[in-house]
């Protein structure tokens, strides 16, 4: 009679026991996949991304290269750095500190000199969107990424999100909306002085020789980055942009509106950028020959089939953690267990992305299509 009990008992304790050792043995693992990063740069206000991963404890910084005083007083308060961590520039940083991987939050001029002063120590980058400020800057990077045989990645925030994923496995995995025939992306907001980004950030945003255009640039990429992955990584035939500077008084170095047109051997891709939206905007729509999906938003998804009824409006499936963000997907491929391939992020994908923007500012400049070679 008391015998059962107390086999139970002792069975619940076993059983606490093996669950408290497995969970301390995954914290163990995390705790050693966590990834030791060095900053470059501090005037991109995606920087807030990484300091908030910081804060969480997902991330060692164990670097910051900065020159800027004001800045590195505003993030050593907000954030409680100690004074150790900080660098005047990425150089003097490797020398004392190897880090995993080198993330890059400064102006898209600057993006070469980080592989440039990372590359040879065999140490690979992340920068933020877009890839570089022209081909010929790509091209330097992809060549010190081969010589050194490392990983130069591209960050994008639509990258993470669960509807951009499901509908490239409808697209590319179920085919269960046909070949694609035409894809539409919208992205921006009301324009950065608007949204009341930093001033560090807007400087150098609406600076031609650092950003390389306006609106084109800052949110043309996310269209081209998205259409080449759709494409499995093919160059469209040619690029017709059209831009305008509709706020000359607020912007008048760059465009603040952007039209991109890419022809596709079977397909067209439409890129609407701007800082004219009446709100925040980050969506895609593609049609295939029997069906249409949109990604309305970071989570939802619309869909309509050929012979069906109305519209269906539903929440994208979770992603794969590995997939989820910036970090855990860069942990998995410095480890070896993913191939970046044409992935979003990828140096492949988004050499083109490069080469699409530099011939959408050839072709808004010269109101001429440009044929890619």
């Known amino acids: ?10 069975l619940l304790l076993r059983f606490n026991c093996l669950t408290i050792c497995l969970l301390l043995s995954s914290l163990l693992v995390l705790a050693q996949a966590k990834l030791s990063v060095a900053v470059a740069g501090l005037n991109h206000d995606h920087v807030y991304l990484i300091m908030n991963s910081y804060q969480k404890a997902d991330v060692n910084i164990i670097g910051i290269a900065e020159n800027n005083q004001e800045l590195v007083n505003r993030f050593k ?4 750095i100690p004074d150790s961590v900080f660098y005047h520039n990425l150089t003097d940083l490797l020398r004392h500190k190897k880090p995993d991987v080198v993330l890059a939050y400064n102006a898209i001029s600057d993006h070469l000199a ?15 969107k877009p890839l570089a400020i022209s081909v010929k800057q790509a091209e330097r990077m992809a060549a010190l990424a081969s010589q050194y045989k490392i990983h130069v990645f591209t960050n994008y925030e639509t990258t993470w999100y669960p509807s951009n994923q499901e509908i490239y496995k409808n697209v590319k995995q179920t085919n269960s ?11 921006g907001h009301q324009g950065p002085k608007e949204i009341g980004v930093s001033k560090e ?19 043309g990429c996310y269209g081209a980055n998205l259409m080449t992955w759709l494409m499995d990584g093919q160059k469209p035939i040619s690029v017709t942009a059209i831009t305008h500077q509709i706020k000359k008084d607020v912007y008048p170095n760059v465009d603040d509106d952007a039209t991109i047109l890419l022809e596709y051997a079977s397909a067209t891709g439409i890129i609407e ?18 069906g249409y999906m949109q990604a309305i938003n970071e989570k939802n998804l619309r869909s309509k089939t050929t012979g069906k009824g109305d519209y269906q409006i539903y929440q994208a499936q979770p992603l794969n953690p590995v997939y989820a963000n910036h970090l855990n997907y860069l942990a998995a491929v410095l480890k070896g267990d993913i191939d970046p391939g044409n992935d979003l992020s990828s140096l492949a994908n988004n050499l ?19 044929l890619l070679k």
């Not at 980080?114 to 933020?128: D, N």
């Not at 909306?177 to 992205?187: A, E, N, S, T």
């Not at 950030?201 to 949110?219: C, Q």
């Not at 709100?279 to 029997?290: A, L, Y």
């Open 1 to 10: 009679m008391i015998r059962e009990p107390y086999c139970i008992v002792k």
């Open 77 to 80: 308060t907000r954030y409680k």
């Open 114 to 128: 980080v592989v440039e002063a990372a590359a040879p120590l065999g140490i690979s980058v992340m920068v933020e």
């Open 177 to 187: 909306i046909g070949p694609l025939r035409k894809m539409i992306v919208h992205d």
């Open 201 to 219: 950030f807007l400087s150098w945003l609406t600076d031609p020789n650092k950003n390389g255009a306006g609106a084109l640039v800052d949110f």
């Open 273 to 290: 950028a701007s800082w004219n939206w009446p709100f925040s905007i980050k969506d895609m729509e593609v049609f295939g020959t029997i």
């Open 352 to 370: 083109i992305v490069v080469k699409i923007l530099e011939a959408a500012k050839t072709s808004a400049k010269t109101g001429k299509k440009v």
